[in-house]
């Protein structure tokens, strides 16, 4: 038996399939409070073009006072937020700011670069257990994320966060 399939309904095949296997982190994505307005069409357009990365136990994710390169969405595992502090006796120590516990939603990491005014990391991030997510280059993330009302819910999300 022999099957023919025209180039056309193999590429529109193998890209429905690529949507659907997104579909499941566009709308983890669309869960963030900053990315919830940004549309599912650029949301699905930006996934597409994601690179699958795993940090295991131990592994930085971010480093305080880096600037990042990419942004990165983890969507599952447990990774430990510390902060460079300097203690009363002028030496330096890291101090443990929260546990991210990530599984329903996804963590976006990196975030400050799709604005003008990138800043370096503010804090570490280190693995605990295994953490699996994607990576995305900061000009495909600036291109879609680089709106008024995201940058906007970012800073608010930012403020929060440095509060805390």
Known sequence: MLGVLSREDYQRHILRLAREAKAEVVEMMQNVSYLSRVS????????MLFKPVTFYRG??????GSL??????????VASMTAAVTGADG????????????????????????????????????ATT???GFRIAR??????????????????????????
Do not use: Y
């Open 91 to 126: 030496k330096q120590k890291n101090v443990e700011v929260m546990q991210l516990a990530i599984g329903s939603t996804v963590e976006p990491i990196g975030m400050q670069i799709v604005g003008d005014d990138a800043k370096p990391f503010q804090w570490s991030l280190r």
């Open 139 to 164: 000009n495909v993330a600036k291109r879609v994320l680089n709106k008024r009302f995201v940058l906007q819910a970012l800073k608010e999300h930012e403020d929060t966060v440095a509060t805390l």
């Open 40 to 47: 599912r069409g650029e949301l699905l357009r930006m996934a």
């Open 59 to 64: 592994d930085l994710i971010a480093t305080q």
């Open 130 to 132: 295994v953490c699996e």
């Open 68 to 77: 990042p390169k990419t942004v990165t969405f983890v969507k599952s595992g």
